[in-house]
């Protein structure tokens, strides 16, 4: 199947698992079919964002209904959009003291480095534009910040490397049982030896049982590809290939 897209490479994508969603062919179609809400789609259109790339096309739908997903696709081809449009439509609104949402974390991805996390921090505040979100770039300052734990119970959405948020969790400090939706990005790397026993370790502390678990990658090599499928539940697993031109 071929997803057309201006700004990007054509692309090949195929889709295993038990009951794959259909892809969605506009971000549009988002809202008639899973409610996306009218102010995401217009941060996106904010962000120049026009039309999806492959594994947006059928990574969203796959997450928007709740299920685990393996994802790989090149790099560049829009996968940090493909699983921050859908948490974010699943967290439905930010958290508030009003609601009873606002029992802690609700979603965390993590990635290898500072400089990815922060990169994915600031596509994150795009979408979050016009609304209250409280997505926290974690880091010693923010972690100190939120070693209170009544501040904790409003953040939304956390993004983090794992030693940053490993530490948190060993000390106490941070309280993930309300997380409902866990992501790891260049998950080629996080379950790679240098990083695998502080993403178990952050795993099991999401101890959540509706936790959704997706991972992303540009390649995923046979021992990664297993680990990552033992991680998750039922997965969907979708790659991406670049056509030649
Ligand atoms: P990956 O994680 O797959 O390497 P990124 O998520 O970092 O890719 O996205 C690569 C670039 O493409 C970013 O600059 C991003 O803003 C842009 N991008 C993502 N999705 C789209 C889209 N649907 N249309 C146009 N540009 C996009
Ligand atoms: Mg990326």
């Not at 889709?15 to 217009?42: I, M, Q």
């Not at 974390?105 to 979408?127: D, F, G, S, W, Y």
Request: charged share 20%.
């Amino acid at each position: 199947e071929q997803v057309p897209s201006s700004s990007m490479p054509r692309q090949r994508v195929t889709a295993k698992g038990n009951n794959v969603p259909d892809p969605v062919d506009t971000f549009e179609a988002l809202k008639e079919r899973y409610n996306v809400s009218a102010r995401l789609l217009s941060n996106l259109v904010e962000s120049g964002y026009k039309q999806p790339t492959g594994i947006q096309s059928h990574g969203v739908p796959i997450l928007l209904e709740s299920r685990d997903l393996a994802a790989i696709s090149p790099t560049g081809t829009g996968k940090t959009l493909s699983y921050l449009l859908p948490i974010m439509s699943l967290l439905s609104a930010p958290s508030s003291s009003k609601t009873d949402v606002g029992k802690g974390v609700r979603a965390l991805i993590l990635a290898p480095t500072r400089e990815l996390a922060h990169q994915i921090h600031n596509e994150c505040l795009k979408l979050a534009q016009g609304r209250k979100w409280r997505i926290i770039l974690f880091s010693k300052a923010t972690a100190s910040t939120l070693a209170d734990k009544d501040a904790q119970v409003k953040v939304d959405i956390i993004i983090s490397t794992p030693l940053r948020m490993v530490s948190a969790v060993q000390n106490g400090k941070l309280e993930l049982s309300n997380v409902r939706h866990v992501v790891l990005d260049e998950a080629d790397r996080m379950l790679d030896s240098e990083f695998l026993t502080q993403v178990q370790e952050v795993l099991a502390a999401c101890t959540h049982p509706n936790l959704q678990k997706a991972v992303f990658s540009a390649t995923l090599p046979a021992n990664a590809e297993q680990l990552a499928m033992g991680m998750l539940q039922d997965p969907i697993r979708v790659v991406v290939g670049l056509k030649d031109t």
